[in-house]
């Protein structure tokens, strides 16, 4: 038979025991222990970079090629071949400068067009010119 006294001095080791069954290092009766941390970065599959994308000649964005007829081609005196400028009208010609020796030129190198910021969605002739030349710096 169980007193009260009896019942009062089980007590404690009672709540011992039931404080040990919840801690944290064992998991409660029926759950599953959490998997344990993976021991180095070999066990996640790492992805392989992804290839670097190959330089573009003339970027996707380049555009049509500007033609001698646009209004702001004109007034800027563009040619497609640089030997066509108009030298009388546009002294400050340099020989030798083309769009693909100029500062503002964006084609790659050796490419045959490329955009110009004078132009926006055109494509400039590598060997054009205009009066707004600036010698690329080398
Ligand atoms: Fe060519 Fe330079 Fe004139 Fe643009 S600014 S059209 S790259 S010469």
């Given at each position: 038979m169980t007193t009260r006294r009896h019942f009062i001095w089980l007590l404690p080791a009672s709540g011992a025991a039931l404080l040990s069954a919840c801690s944290e290092s064992a998991p409660p009766p029926g759950a599953e222990a959490p998997a344990a941390a993976?021991?180095?970065?070999?066990e996640y599959p790492v992805p392989a970079p992804a290839p670097a994308p190959e330089v573009a000649?003339?970027?996707?964005?380049?555009g049509p090629m500007l033609e001698a007829s646009d209004p702001t081609a004109v007034a800027l005196g563009?040619?497609?071949?640089?030997?066509?400028?108009d030298k009388s009208r546009f002294p400050n010609f340099v020989e030798g400068s083309a769009c693909s020796n100029c500062t503002l030129y964006q084609g790659a190198?050796?490419?045959e067009a490329g955009p110009c910021p004078l132009f926006a969605g055109k494509q400039v002739a590598a060997a054009g010119w205009c009066s707004s030349w600036v010698k690329k710096k080398t």
């Open positions: 993976p021991a180095s970065s070999a000649q003339t970027p996707a964005t380049a563009y040619v497609a071949l640089a030997a066509n400028a190198i050796g490419s």
